[in-house]
């Protein structure tokens, strides 16, 4: 048999693989779970339906929600080998500038006397402890959700998806839970926590996303 004859013979019938994506039902899983642990080990807030109407608890879920898509961007962009990482890489980190940057401008609108008690809140040092232990229910999801993913880089996409897990994490804290609406509180508290789940998944990435 000819060459040419032999690899027609073994290219037929096959079909294009398809395209490795992130598992939507895994990442939903690591949403409902966020949200169990919240209830289970801090409860929910006393009156928190009525914080939903105010504006205050959409921006600080909005917020946590796009670090988490753009983790999650990342993340599916560092598990195809030669993909650029650049757009969501310098997008993430623009997310969080520009949060740190609207918190300073928010505390340089203020009488001296209150920045110390807006910034620090009544809960500064449980908050990034908080988020942190609730990404630590949601990330094996998010880690699973990524399993079809080669990264060739596997401790920076588990830095990714920690990120992700903790954006996610803080979205579930912040809506169930915590009362803090301080742009200067959640720019800094809240993006300490979800940077700890960062960090922790890029230590965790190295073993469960090697290949």
Not at 41 to 56: C, E, N, S, T
Not at 172 to 190: D, I, N, R
Request: glycine share 12%; proline share 5%; net charge positive.
């Amino acid at each position: 048999m000819k060459t040419d004859d032999l690899i027609d013979a073994l290219a037929a019938g096959l079909e294009p693989a398809r395209p490795a994506r992130l598992s939507a039902p895994l990442l939903a899983g690591a949403a409902a779970v966020a949200v169990l642990g919240v209830v289970l080990w801090l409860g929910v807030r006393p009156h928190f339906i009525d914080a939903f109407q105010g504006p205050a608890l959409w921006w600080k879920a909005a917020y946590t929600l796009v670090l988490a898509s753009t983790a999650l961007w990342l993340g599916a962009r560092l598990g195809k080998p030669g993909a650029d990482v650049r757009r969501p890489a310098v997008s993430l980190v623009a997310i969080a500038i520009i949060a740190v940057a609207c918190g300073g401008i928010e505390l340089a609108a203020m009488p001296q006397g209150d920045r110390l008690a807006a910034w620090l809140g009544h809960s500064w040092t449980v908050c990034g402890r908080n988020i942190f232990v609730i990404s630590l229910f949601a990330a094996p999801l998010v880690f699973l959700s990524a399993r079809k993913f080669a990264p060739t880089r596997p401790g920076m996409a588990g830095f990714a998806l920690g990120v992700a897990a903790g954006g996610i994490a803080a979205t579930a804290y912040g809506l169930l839970y915590c009362g803090e609406v301080s742009v200067a509180f959640v720019a800094t508290w809240y993006s300490l926590g979800v940077l700890a789940a960062g960090l922790t998944g890029a230590a965790a990435g190295h073993f469960a996303l090697r290949w």
